[in-house]
């Protein structure tokens, strides 16, 4: 049974730090390219981070270039989301997915608030 669970998220103050984590389970994780989504309200869904299989490529959307980073420990089946200068906008549900091919998994999605 294919799970993505992810945690850590939370309300912090803008300027805060929060660190997401995705256990997987369930797949042979380091076949996949692992994604972090995010959704706000009445806001389509929006890749934020992505990391190749091997943990040696990153890519971050524009809006979130030098605060968060994206990480990976394929012996443990986790994907980390390192999030630093928290703002306002960064408030949504963030989802951990898996992507090799046509294959792809989502996990239930864990809320983040960024508000004083």
């Known amino acids: 049974q294919v799970q993505l669970v992810e945690s850590g998220g939370g309300l912090v103050q803008p300027g805060g730090s929060l660190r997401l984590s995705c256990a997987a389970s369930?797949?042979?994780?380091?076949?996949?390219?692992m994604r972090w989504y995010r959704q706000a309200p009445g806001k389509e869904r929006e890749l934020v981070a992505s990391i190749a299989r091997d943990g040696g490529t990153t890519t971050y959307v524009d809006s979130v270039k030098g605060r968060f980073t994206i990480s990976r420990d394929n012996a443990k089946s986790m994907v980390y989301l390192q999030m630093t200068m928290l703002k306002p906008e960064d408030t949504a549900v963030y989802y951990c997915?898996?992507?090799?091919?046509?294959?792809?998994?989502w996990g239930q999605g864990t809320q983040v608030t960024v508000s004083s």
């Open positions: 997915n898996a992507l090799n091919g046509y294959l792809r998994y």
């Open positions: 369930g797949f042979i994780f380091s076949n996949y390219v």
